[in-house]
Nanobody, 120 residues
Framework: QVQLQESGPGLVKPSQTLSLTCTVSGGSITTNYDYWSWIRQPPGKGLEWMGAIGYSGSTYYSPSLKSRTSISRDTSKNQFTLQLNSVTPQDTAVYYC????????????WGQGTQVSVSS
């Protein structure tokens, strides 16, 4: 059973960098064809895909966030990390990490989500 757990600060000040880590257990982030994503949900809004890192280390970003987003990984720790620069209150959301099965292109495992608020 694959499990994902988000971690990071719950409060970030405007203009700073939001940094979250997803720790994966029960599976490897280098397993062929799996993609590891960051998805967020602002209050009262739908889910927004932010980006992903693939099993080979390739990264993919939402065009609307690409200029501010970086996703990286530490294979020795089986973790992947989100950095979102220059945050504003509009970046307040619940942030999820999730696995997409490359063979089905469906999200089959999710973290529980972590609330991040952007406020001074």
């Amino acid at each position: 059973q694959v499990q994902l757990q988000e971690s990071g600060p719950g409060l970030v000040k405007p203009s700073q960098t939001l940094s979250l880590t997803c720790t994966v257990s029960g599976g490897s982030i280098t397993t062929n064809y799996d993609y590891w994503s960051w998805i967020r949900q602002p209050p009262g809004k739908g889910l927004e895909w932010m980006g992903a890192i693939g099993y080979s280390g390739s990264t993919y970003y939402s065009p609307s966030l690409k200029s501010r987003t970086s996703i990286s990984r530490d294979t020795s720790k089986n973790q992947f990390t989100l950095q979102l620069n220059s945050v504003t209150p509009q970046d307040t959301a619940v942030y999820y990490c999730a696995r997409a099965d490359g063979s089905t292109l469906s999200y089959d495992y999710w973290g529980q989500g972590t609330q991040v608020s952007v406020s001074s």
